[in-house]
Structure formats: C-alpha cells, structure tokens
C-alpha cells in the first residue's frame, strides 16, 4: 500500500477512541524524512485529550505553538524550518483525522475559555500610563514572577513567543500554511470571532476617549463631539469602519496641522500615535469579522501574529520603550 493509501486506512487513522497511528506509520502518512521532528509531533498530538484537565490542554496547544517556532532542525532547502514544521504539522492535521480531532477538541476547549480582548485590543498598542509607570511595570514584570492568567489568551501567546527570532519565517510563503492551519482547525477558531469584536470595541472606545480630550479637541475644526469620526467609530458595525477609519486619518492630519500653529502639546502628539496605531490594528482584524469580506484572511492572519508577537516581545523590552518614546518626542 502506498502513503497515500496508507492515509485513507482506517486502522490507521484512528478508531472512536482517537488513537494515533504507530510512529512508523505516522511518518510514512506524513512523509516526513526527519524521524526525530516528525515523531516529536506525534508526541505532541497524543497529549491534545478532550477529557485532559484544562491547565494540560493549555500545555499541549504550548507546546504544539513552540514545535512550529522553534521545534527540532529539520531540512527546509531555501525555507526558514519554522515553515517546515508548521507543513508538519498542517499534513497530520490534514491526513489523520484522529490527529485532526484531537487538535480540534484541545483548541476549541482551550479558546473558548480564554479571554482573548487583552491579546487583541491592547497588546502591541501604546498604553495611556506614561513612560515613568509603564518602565516601573516591565522592572516588575522581569524581576517578579508572573501571576497565573490560565484564562487570558495573551498569557499562551507569550509563551509560545519567546522573542523576536520566533517570528522569522513569517513571510509571504507562510500564507498558504496559515489559510490550510486555519481550515483544519474548523470551528475550533470560532471563539476568536467573538474576541476581536470586543477587541475592536475597546480600541474604538479608547481612540474616541483620547480624541475627546480637551488639548485634542481644541486643534480640530470639527464642532459638535457627534461629528467626530473618532467619535463614530464607536457608533457603527464593522462593515461599515473603512471609510470612517480614512475620515479619522484626515482628522488627525488636521490635527498635525494644528500643532505647527497652535504649538506643541506632548499629549497630543502622544494621543495622535496611540489614535494611528490603534485605527492600523482596526483595519488588520477587520476581515475576521466583517459579514461582506469574500477576501480569504491570509496575509492577514500572518500580519495579526507578526503585530501581536512584536507586541510581546517588545512589551518586555526597556529598549522597546525608549526608542518609541524618544521617536514621539523627535517629533
């Protein structure tokens, strides 16, 4: 029988109970080369159990997230090895269907009971709390463990990216291996849905507190609050944000204009990159929950995690810090 006959077996690809095929058959269905990456990955899928405590489910998806980023070597001629993992990966889900229900049971349980606002809404975007005070977090947060946040789905992504070389092979050839990890996964994903809407709420909410403030409000010539586009961003469904979104861009042109006559303010100029970033990380979630956008999210789904992964690692980063604050105050 040949690989691919071996991966319509039914032997093989698992009775009710959702056992895994032997190591050697799963090599073969896979057709991977390199034993010890591939067998790793079997281990890896044996631990996805839908009975499994929440906190071990949390654990496998971990784990499955760094044998991608930074699993074992394994031959990529002309390919970052990330990728070739993530192909790993995306042929057992694809070819095993035991494999395949596994993964999705563990990542439905585990994304449905993780909060996911904070990981969409806030990482990698400025916060309002001031260079002395977001300095004095990041001191804490290296020198102090962490407190558990097993229901926080910002928490999982940073461990699964542990710094900048985690995001290396995101590239444009990345994209189908994303669209393909995405439709395996089926309605496992479901739950993020529901997690950049609210994120998308609460960017809107803070880019229309910060447009609202006095010092902001008096270097625009808009009149009533109501009219303000940052203010509307709050007020509509998403389908309707694009043009809105380029309204709010004009804004705060105007409000740059403002500042050459009226004199600088550091917390305009601050509100006014918190306002930009936060209207760039509308436009990158907007095709996951727009009900009219035929686009399929592939380059999106690749530059969600390369903003998202920028974020945690520059979230811990002082050098971070300073080179955003010193480029604000250059201007």
């Not at 395949?100 to 049971?105: S, T, V």
């Not at 809107?204 to 010092?215: D, F, K, V």
């Not at 936060?278 to 009219?292: N, Y």
């Amino acid at each position: 029988m040949d690989v691919l006959g071996l991966a319509n077996d039914p032997d093989l690809a698992g009775p009710p109970s959702d056992e895994l095929p032997l190591r050697e058959d799963f090599l073969k269905i896979v057709g991977a080369f390199d034993g010890r990456a591939a067998g790793l990955l079997r281990v890896l899928l044996t631990k996805c159990k839908a009975d499994a405590p929440y906190p071990d489910q949390l654990v496998a998806i971990e784990q499955l997230g760094r044998f991608v980023v930074a699993g074992p070597s394994i031959p990529a001629p002309g390919s970052h090895p990330a990728l070739a993992r993530l192909e790993l990966l995306v042929l057992a889900l694809e070819r095993i269907p035991a494999a395949q229900r596994r993964f999705q049971e563990t990542l439905s349980t585990v994304l449905g009971n993780a909060r996911g606002v904070k990981l969409f809404g806030e990482i990698g975007l400025p916060n309002d709390k001031g260079l002395w005070a977001e300095t004095t977090d990041r001191l804490a947060r290296r020198l102090l463990p962490e407190p558990p946040a097993l229901h926080e789905m910002w928490m999982l992504a940073s461990k699964i990216i542990r710094s900048v070389d985690d995001l290396a092979w995101l590239g444009p050839s990345a994209d189908p291996l994303l669209h393909r990890l995405a439709n395996v996964g089926g309605e496992a994903w479901e739950p993020l849905h529901a997690a950049i809407q609210d994120a998308i709420g609460l960017i809107t909410t803070r880019i229309a507190a910060l447009g609202m403030s006095e010092a902001f409000r008096t270097r625009t010539t808009v009149g009533a609050i109501r009219e303000s586009p940052l203010y509307q961003l709050t007020r509509v469904k998403p389908e309707e944000m694009p043009p809105l979104i380029e309204a709010a861009r004009e804004h705060l042109d105007r409000v740059r204009e403002a500042l050459e006559d009226r004199g600088v303010s550091i917390d305009v100029v601050y509100s006014l990159d918190s306002i930009e970033r936060g209207l760039s990380r509308i436009e990158l979630l907007l095709p996951f929950v727009a009900v009219d956008d035929d686009i399929e999210p592939t380059y999106e789904i690749r530059a969600v995690i390369a903003a998202i992964g920028r974020g945690l690692v520059g979230g811990r980063s002082f050098m971070q810090l300073m080179n955003d604050n010193l480029r604000l105050l250059a201007r």
